[in-house]
């Protein structure tokens, strides 16, 4: 079975504050693929990430980074010096090989206060 | 370069009348998935396309949900006698030929079943 867990429901920073959302995954699949996706209040799903199993080294994207480690089935996701306009939901999603169907984490809700 | 679109946005009906939803997808992009999605809730997947084959459906999908993408283009979701448990945000993503290629959204089909 695959599942993913968020165990973080909403997190409420102040802006400038960097803030780590979790990310832990199962699955059987050998070769799996991991995302994240953004949820702004318009409702519209952004991706921001895709990682493949095989591939371990970590990413930055400007103020925006992910820790992927296998050892510990985890994905998380950094945003430094964070903003207002990054206030949304945020979603961890997995694809394992054996199927095409993304299974998703419940959310989490970030919050970033002015 | 034009997203995934969705047409109605919104639809309102009453118990036990039928709804269909279109998607139409990156004009690229083979794959087509449909997902539901409820408040608070991670998407949960429905049922997945290749051109026009689909190849991948959820138990979710009742006998009253049908899906369809007739010429592996634009794809439609009918859900036929609807009941209040059927409104949520129906969600159509597209995405390119490899398994771990990304899904991009369309910004969803809000139903509400009265």
């Known amino acids: 079975a695959q599942k993913v867990t968020q165990a973080q429901t909403e997190i409420s920073v102040v802006e400038k504050e960097d803030v780590t959302l979790d990310c832990v995954y199962e699955?059987?699949?050998?070769?799996?693929?991991l995302f994240w996706y953004k949820q702004p209040p318009s409702g519209e799903l952004v991706f921001l990430i895709r990682?493949?199993?095989?591939d371990e080294q970590n990413e930055i994207s400007g103020r925006y980074s992910w820790n992927f480690q296998k050892s510990t089935s985890s994905f998380n996701f950094t945003i430094t010096a964070s903003q207002v306009v990054d206030s949304a939901v945020y979603f961890c999603a997995l694809r394992g090989d054996s199927n095409y169907q993304l299974i998703w984490g419940a959310g989490t809700k970030l919050i970033i206060k002015p | 370069d034009t997203g995934v679109s969705q047409d109605p946005r919104h639809k309102i009906t009453k118990r036990g009348q039928n709804v269909t939803f279109r998607c139409d997808p990156i004009?690229?992009?083979?794959?087509l998935y449909w997902y539901r999605q409820t408040l608070g809730q991670g998407p949960e997947f429905l049922t997945y396309?290749?051109?026009?084959?689909?190849?991948?459906k959820s138990r979710l999908l009742s006998d009253r949900f049908s899906a369809e993408r007739p010429k592996g283009s634009f794809s439609t979701l009918e859900i036929q006698r609807t009941e209040q448990g059927d409104s949520a945000m129906y969600l159509c993503?597209?995405?390119?030929?490899?398994?771990?290629?990304?899904?991009?959204f369309g910004p969803g089909t809000r139903l509400t079943v009265t």
């Open positions: 990682r493949n199993s095989f």
């Open positions: 699955t059987r699949d050998t070769t799996y693929y």
């Open positions: 396309f290749q051109n026009e084959a689909q190849l991948e």
């Open positions: 004009s690229e992009h083979n794959r």
């Open positions: 993503a597209s995405s390119q030929t490899w398994k771990g290629d990304e899904q991009y």
